[in-house]
Nanobody
Framework: QVQLVESGGGLVQAGGSLRLSCSAS????????MNWYRQAPGKQRELVAT???????SYADSVKGRFTISRDNAHDTVYLQMNSLKPEDTAVYYC?????????????WGQGTQVTVSS
Protein backbone atom coordinates (compact mmCIF):
# COMPACT_ATOMS: atom_id res chain seq x y z
CA GLN A 1 0.00 0.00 0.00
CA VAL A 2 1.23 3.46 -0.93
CA GLN A 3 0.02 6.74 0.50
CA LEU A 4 0.44 10.05 -1.26
CA VAL A 5 0.36 13.30 0.69
CA GLU A 6 0.30 16.63 -1.11
CA SER A 7 1.02 20.10 0.16
CA GLY A 8 1.68 23.59 -1.12
CA GLY A 9 -1.61 24.76 -2.55
CA GLY A 10 -3.16 28.10 -1.76
CA LEU A 11 -4.38 31.42 -3.06
CA VAL A 12 -2.13 33.51 -5.27
CA GLN A 13 -2.55 36.46 -7.60
CA ALA A 14 -2.17 36.09 -11.33
CA GLY A 15 1.49 36.12 -12.28
CA GLY A 16 2.52 34.60 -8.98
CA SER A 17 4.11 31.28 -8.13
CA LEU A 18 3.39 28.23 -6.03
CA ARG A 19 5.25 25.01 -5.40
CA LEU A 20 3.38 21.78 -4.81
CA SER A 21 4.92 18.77 -3.13
CA CYS A 22 3.81 15.15 -3.00
CA SER A 23 5.47 12.49 -0.87
CA ALA A 24 4.86 8.78 -1.18
CA SER A 25 5.08 6.50 1.83
CA UNK A 26 4.14 2.99 2.77
CA UNK A 27 5.41 -0.51 2.17
CA UNK A 28 8.47 -1.25 0.09
CA UNK A 29 7.87 -0.03 -3.45
CA UNK A 30 9.55 1.40 -6.54
CA UNK A 31 7.99 4.14 -8.61
CA UNK A 32 8.75 4.68 -12.27
CA UNK A 33 6.25 7.40 -13.16
CA MET A 34 4.80 10.21 -11.08
CA ASN A 35 2.16 12.58 -12.39
CA TRP A 36 0.36 15.75 -11.48
CA TYR A 37 -3.26 16.08 -12.57
CA ARG A 38 -5.72 18.89 -12.01
CA GLN A 39 -9.47 19.23 -12.03
CA ALA A 40 -11.26 22.54 -12.35
CA PRO A 41 -14.93 22.93 -11.39
CA GLY A 42 -17.18 21.42 -14.04
CA LYS A 43 -14.26 20.03 -16.03
CA GLN A 44 -12.64 16.65 -16.44
CA ARG A 45 -9.45 15.82 -14.63
CA GLU A 46 -6.48 16.52 -16.90
CA LEU A 47 -2.87 15.45 -16.89
CA VAL A 48 -0.60 18.41 -16.20
CA ALA A 49 2.91 16.97 -15.96
CA THR A 50 4.78 13.66 -15.82
CA UNK A 51 8.19 12.73 -14.47
CA UNK A 52 9.83 9.35 -14.94
CA UNK A 53 12.51 7.83 -12.75
CA UNK A 54 15.14 8.33 -15.46
CA UNK A 55 14.52 12.08 -15.49
CA UNK A 56 12.22 12.41 -18.48
CA UNK A 57 9.45 14.98 -18.18
CA SER A 58 6.43 16.01 -20.20
CA TYR A 59 3.81 18.73 -19.89
CA ALA A 60 0.37 19.68 -21.05
CA ASP A 61 0.54 22.38 -23.71
CA SER A 62 -1.33 24.77 -21.43
CA VAL A 63 1.48 24.78 -18.84
CA LYS A 64 4.61 24.39 -20.95
CA GLY A 65 7.19 27.02 -20.14
CA ARG A 66 5.45 27.94 -16.88
CA PHE A 67 5.39 24.73 -14.81
CA THR A 68 8.31 22.48 -13.91
CA ILE A 69 8.00 18.98 -12.51
CA SER A 70 10.88 17.45 -10.60
CA ARG A 71 11.54 14.42 -8.43
CA ASP A 72 13.59 13.49 -5.42
CA ASN A 73 13.83 9.76 -5.99
CA ALA A 74 15.67 9.14 -2.74
CA HIS A 75 12.65 10.41 -0.85
CA ASP A 76 9.90 9.37 -3.28
CA THR A 77 8.79 12.95 -3.62
CA VAL A 78 7.60 14.87 -6.65
CA TYR A 79 7.31 18.63 -6.96
CA LEU A 80 5.44 20.97 -9.26
CA GLN A 81 6.85 24.47 -9.52
CA MET A 82 4.17 26.71 -10.98
CA ASN A 83 5.19 30.15 -12.26
CA SER A 84 3.31 32.87 -14.12
CA LEU A 85 0.06 31.49 -12.80
CA LYS A 86 -3.18 32.37 -14.55
CA PRO A 87 -6.77 32.32 -13.30
CA GLU A 88 -7.39 29.35 -15.60
CA ASP A 89 -4.87 27.36 -13.55
CA THR A 90 -7.35 27.37 -10.68
CA ALA A 91 -8.13 23.76 -9.83
CA VAL A 92 -7.62 20.99 -7.36
CA TYR A 93 -4.24 19.45 -8.09
CA TYR A 94 -3.70 15.73 -7.56
CA CYS A 95 -0.55 13.69 -7.32
CA UNK A 96 -0.77 10.33 -9.07
CA UNK A 97 1.24 7.16 -9.41
CA UNK A 98 -0.17 5.04 -12.26
CA UNK A 99 1.37 1.94 -10.70
CA UNK A 100 4.36 0.74 -8.75
CA UNK A 101 6.85 -1.80 -10.05
CA UNK A 102 5.59 -4.35 -7.51
CA UNK A 103 1.95 -3.84 -8.57
CA UNK A 104 1.74 -2.35 -12.05
CA UNK A 105 -1.52 -0.90 -13.28
CA UNK A 106 -2.92 -0.13 -9.84
CA UNK A 107 -3.09 3.66 -9.51
CA UNK A 108 -2.63 5.71 -6.38
CA TRP A 109 -3.96 9.22 -5.83
CA GLY A 110 -3.31 11.94 -3.34
CA GLN A 111 -6.11 13.76 -1.56
CA GLY A 112 -5.72 16.86 -3.71
CA THR A 113 -4.63 20.38 -2.92
CA GLN A 114 -6.54 23.49 -3.96
CA VAL A 115 -4.82 26.11 -6.10
CA THR A 116 -6.72 29.35 -6.61
CA VAL A 117 -5.38 32.10 -8.85
CA SER A 118 -7.09 35.46 -8.59
CA SER A 119 -7.14 37.97 -11.43
Amino acid sequence: QVQLVESGGGLVQAGGSLRLSCSASGSRFRINVMNWYRQAPGKQRELVATATIDGSTSYADSVKGRFTISRDNAHDTVYLQMNSLKPEDTAVYYCNIPGIVEKPGYPYWGQGTQVTVSS
